[in-house]
């Protein structure tokens, strides 16, 4: 399907905060999920601060994130994370020419803290509000350290919540063309970490069991949907794992949980690598980029890099820190969305099932809804 964030034909006088500069810093605030986050990017590209206050700890004992508390902890820790922003980066609000938020999707509690904190410096400094979708800001974390990767290309978008095959046409178009039918990869491997106690977050666990274990030990089966060649299914496969796991128990038979997790972990990349390279190929991109927080499993990055290398494939994705959730790449989206004239208005509200590409925007102080398309 064909989405598109982009401008319609309406503009603003411009006023002081919006005439052209040589550059534009942005401060940008990320707490969709249970990181807290701020930081300033100029140019969408240089990061001048990335600050993070990560929940993992507290979220550990309950195996996952608990919406109430991340919500209590990102109240306490918001003015702190944009004090320490705007301190690492040398500068002041009066340096700031606009300011970039996370609305959507996430959760509705957590979403709710970032864009108060962005509404009330906006409106108390006379700053420009841009609200960003939060996938969009996964993609553009791309451009911060691959200065020269350019729209278009692909990029493969896998999470926790999140598996997603995207065209990028240009800065803000968007073209789906694959997503996950049920458990996203991300949630696929924190249930199997969980099932065979390796404990929260999944990810991180499992590729780090899986470097001691023999991903050819145990064949899983890898789904593929008839008819829509580019979408996933990690469902069946996540029960595979667990009939394994019970059988093994009810046989009264140990198993090597590293063994477990490497032919595990294999399943889940040999899928996402073959759909994205194909989807690069099929669509004519000579560049593949990834993203979002699996985007730093370190056999998915391995086998991608392959595979883009056989195929002549240009192949980009963001440092570990860059993949998970961090306001430096809100910052480089909010900056393409204020360069082609975005502006959110005061009644920017926390959108939890935002669709990528839905956004709504203020033109002088007038209502303009593009791009609402059903995900």
Do not use: W
Request: proline letters at 4%.
């Amino acid at each position: 399907m064909s989405i598109h964030s982009g401008n319609d034909k309406e503009s603003k006088a411009p006023d002081t905060k919006d005439e052209k500069k040589e550059h534009v810093t942005i401060l940008a605030i990320e707490s969709s999920c249970d990181e807290t986050a701020a930081a300033v990017v100029r140019d969408g590209r240089e990061v001048l601060s990335n600050i993070i206050s990560s929940q993992i700890a507290l979220h550990t004992v309950f195996g996952g994130v608990v919406p109430e508390i991340a919500s209590r902890k990102h109240v306490e820790k918001i003015n702190y994370c944009v004090r320490e922003a705007l301190k690492e980066a040398g500068l002041g609000l009066s340096d700031i020419d606009a300011i970039g938020v996370t609305y959507g999707p996430g959760l509705v509690g957590a979403l709710l803290v970032g864009v108060s904190e962005a509404k009330s410096l906006s409106f108390a400094a006379d700053i420009p509000l841009v609200g960003v979708h939060h996938i969009e800001g996964h993609i553009s974390a791309n451009y911060i350290e691959n200065k020269e990767l350019e729209p278009p290309f692909a990029c493969l978008v896998v999470s926790g919540g999140h598996s997603h095959l995207v065209i990028v046409r240009d800065y803000g178009e968007y073209e789906i063309i694959g997503q996950t039918r049920d458990d996203a990869a991300g949630e696929a491997f924190d249930k199997v970490a969980r099932a065979i106690g390796l404990g929260y977050p999944g990810g991180p666990k499992i590729d780090k069991a899986a470097k001691e274990g023999n991903p050819d030990a145990i064949s899983f089966p890898k789904a593929n949907i008839e008819g829509a060649e580019y979408d996933f299914s990690f469902s069946g496969l996540k029960s595979a794992v667990l009939n394994y796991i019970n059988i093994a128990q009810m046989q009264g038979e140990d198993y090597s949980k590293a063994d477990l997790a490497a032919s595990f972990q294999k399943a889940v990349v040999e899928v996402l690598t073959e759909h994205a390279v194909r989807a690069a190929r099929e669509y004519g991109m000579k560049q593949l980029a990834i993203a979002g927080g699996v985007a730093s499993n370190s056999s998915l990055r391995k086998s991608l890099e392959d595979a883009c290398a056989r195929e002549g494939i240009a192949f980009y994705s963001p440092s570990p820190v860059l993949c998970t959730d961090n306001a430096a790449m809100i910052g480089a989206a909010a900056y393409y969305e204020y360069q082609k004239g975005v502006r959110s208005g005061m009644d920017l509200n926390a959108v939890p099932n935002l669709p990528l590409g839905s956004r709504e925007r203020k033109f002088h102080g007038r209502a303009s809804m593009t791009g609402q398309t059903k995900d």
